[in-house]
């Protein structure tokens, strides 16, 4: 099993050591990692809706959407085209899962490598997409991309910062996620117009793949992996580059028991689904994910555009909407940077649920009285209503559910199952993104505005989840996370009594 920095104990945070230039810029290159994800997401919704792309390679949804007499809520509503957004997350599930036990052989920074290589020829083939086949193909080879770089990131990013700032900079992940939409809703706003526009707009990917394939060389391969395949000598060069110091002997024991402790684990995932103590983090990590998918955020990110059009915006606008929302979204993850560590994660994540849950009752309400099956929405003040409430609903996302999905299921499981854990975590992100991109604009076509009716009752749900089964992990040391935490919780304490 991987094992890493993020998987010593927190007396690692006392351990000596400055924050580097080193330890940032590989953070920040690494990170990059998350502008392709960001990018992706954002690219699809807005292509899908372009005229020229569904004249290619969707006319009979071109012209579904153009007649007079179409259904509002089904013009979309296509397999193939959804296919188109969906078939990257599939491909990303089996990418995961083969990083998690390649990176651990190989070492991260080949992975990272191999997925920006992926995203790239992905990239490559999208813009010369000439039919179907193409398309779908450039979208698996994506996926495999945005598979290996989610499952090698964040653990690459925890392993080489320093414990103290680890939660900072696992945010900074989400950040450039967000900072990659931002960008990509741009790019399709700017090709929108543009004969072949689809073509740069998917190409584009090609950019941040660049990046983090030339930036991949520059970064060092993480101690804990070094260590972990017998490198150890070379694992005290890199421990000594990245603190800034010369004495990192304490830092290396650690890494080095802990490495030992793991390896006696021979099979993390047996480990990991029998044994009674792993059930907690096990359950509320993975349904972390799968709430955060079920907030609906998807719905907004994928088909946003598509939305808008749906309301009777025209193409432009509904463009321009679709970047004001992706810049409420880099925004206010800014603010989850700053405050996440003072409040608390319960705190956001209820407030962040309540607020969901609001909006989504007020745009359900809006759509069923105004959005009718045929014809656009007459009144012109409900289009740009249900921006602003948009704007609400992924504010109270970007501060809640996106970056503690996946900072929470890093901090709270022991230490030998810790990087399998995360697994389950990025797989149910993939699975669930994956079922919303398939099925949201055909939910859509059958269930109309009672969508957001069914999105608002998740809200509800995961709310009551944070507060009644989530323990609260601000300030607590990752390995104290049992004693003070789930041993002392109402439900899961059960799971401990043997013990
Ligand atoms: C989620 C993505 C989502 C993005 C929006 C991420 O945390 O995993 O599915 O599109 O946040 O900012």
């Not at 391969?221 to 421990?239: H, M, N």
């Not at 560590?341 to 909006?359: C, H, P, S």
């Not at 040391?477 to 009594?497: G, S, T």
Request: aromatic content about 14%; proline content about 4%; charged content about 15%.
């Amino acid at each position: 099993m991987a094992v890493g920095v993020m998987d010593i104990e927190e007396g690692a945070a006392s351990l000596p050591g400055k924050t580097t230039f080193q330890v940032v810029m590989c953070s920040i290159i690494a990170a990059v990692g998350g502008l392709m994800f960001g990018y992706d997401i954002g690219i699809s919704g807005g292509v899908t809706s372009m005229d020229t792309f569904l004249l290619d390679f969707f006319p009979h949804v071109y012209e579904k959407k153009h007649r007079v007499h179409e259904n509002n809520y089904c013009k979309f509503d296509d397999q193939l085209l959804q296919l188109f957004t969906s078939s990257l997350y599939l491909a990303g599930i089996f990418a995961s899962f083969a990083a998690s036990f390649l990176c651990r052989r190989f070492g991260r920074k080949p992975i990272i490598m191999s997925a920006s290589i992926f995203f790239l020829l992905g990239a490559i083939l999208n813009y010369f997409a000439r039919d179907l086949g193409m398309l779908i193909g450039g979208r698996i080879l994506l996926g495999f991309g945005i598979g290996f770089g989610n499952q090698t990131v964040p653990l690459f990013i925890s392993e080489i910062a320093p414990p103290r700032i680890r939660g900072g900079l696992n945010i900074a992940f989400q950040l450039l996620i967000t900072i990659g939409i931002l960008a990509a809703s741009f790019v399709n706003y700017l090709t929108s117009t543009m004969k072949n526009g689809w073509r740069y707009s998917l190409g584009g990917a090609a950019v941040p793949a660049l990046i983090l394939l030339i930036g991949s060389f520059f970064i060092h391969e993480t101690p804990a992996s070094l260590i972990e395949r017998g490198k150890d000598e070379e694992g005290k060069k890199v421990l000594r580059k990245i603190r800034g110091i010369d004495n990192i002997e304490l830092e290396f024991n650690e890494i080095k028991r802990a490495t030992e402790t793991s390896n006696k684990v021979k099979s993390p995932f047996k480990e990991l689904f029998t044994k009674r103590e792993n059930r907690p983090p096990l359950v509320c990590g993975t349904l972390l994910q799968f709430f955060q998918q079920f907030t609906g955020i998807n719905v907004v990110m994928f088909y946003a555009p598509v939305l808008f059009q749906t309301m009777g915006s025209g193409n432009n606008a509904s463009l321009v909407s679709t970047v004001v929302t992706n810049g409420v979204n880099a925004l206010a993850t800014v603010f989850a940077v700053i405050m996440v560590d003072r409040l608390g994660r319960k705190f956001f994540l209820v407030e962040g649920a309540t607020q969901m849950m609001a909006t989504q009752l007020t745009i359900g309400a809006l759509l069923l009285k105004y959005l009718h099956l045929v014809g656009p929405i007459t009144s012109h003040a409900v289009p740009l209503i249900v921006l602003i409430l948009i704007c609400i609903y992924v504010s109270g996302f970007a501060w809640s559910w996106g970056p503690l999905g996946w900072l929470i299921p890093s901090e709270i499981y022991q230490l030998e199952v810790r990087t399998t854990g995360y697994f389950c975590a990025v797989a149910m992100n993939m699975v669930c993104t994956f079922v919303i991109g398939q099925f949201f604009l055909s939910a859509l076509c059958r269930f109309r505005s009672g969508l957001f009716f069914f999105f608002a009752v998740m809200n509800v749900i995961m709310g009551l989840f944070a507060i009644f089964f989530l323990p609260e992990t601000r300030g607590v040391p990752i390995e104290d996370m049992a004693e003070q935490r789930w041993k002392k919780h109402w439900h899961w304490k059960k799971y401990f009594k043997q013990n």
